[in-house]
């Protein structure tokens, strides 16, 4: 799965927010065996999760 929201403001820096959630939602998918291969960020341009080494 990967997963996508937006920032409204274009910026791309993950918040604490998104950083829990995603932690929060990686625990869930292991639990139910679905693999989370990426949560990106869309602004002004995109920020991918997994290559900023937070997933």
Same mark, same amino acid.
């Given at each position: 799965?990967i997963?996508?929201h937006? =920032?409204? +403001?274009? =910026?791309?820096?993950? +918040?604490?927010? !998104? ?9 869930v ?6 693999e989370?291969l !990426?949560?990106l960020?869309v602004? !002004?341009?995109y920020l ?8």
């Amino acid at each position: 799965m990967i997963l996508a929201h937006n =920032h409204p +403001s274009g =910026h791309l820096r993950p +918040s604490h927010g !998104d950083r829990e959630t995603t932690r929060r939602l990686v625990e869930v998918s292991e639990v139910v065996g679905i693999e989370i291969l !990426d949560h990106l960020i869309v602004g !002004d341009g995109y920020l991918s999760m997994k290559a900023q080494g937070l997933l």
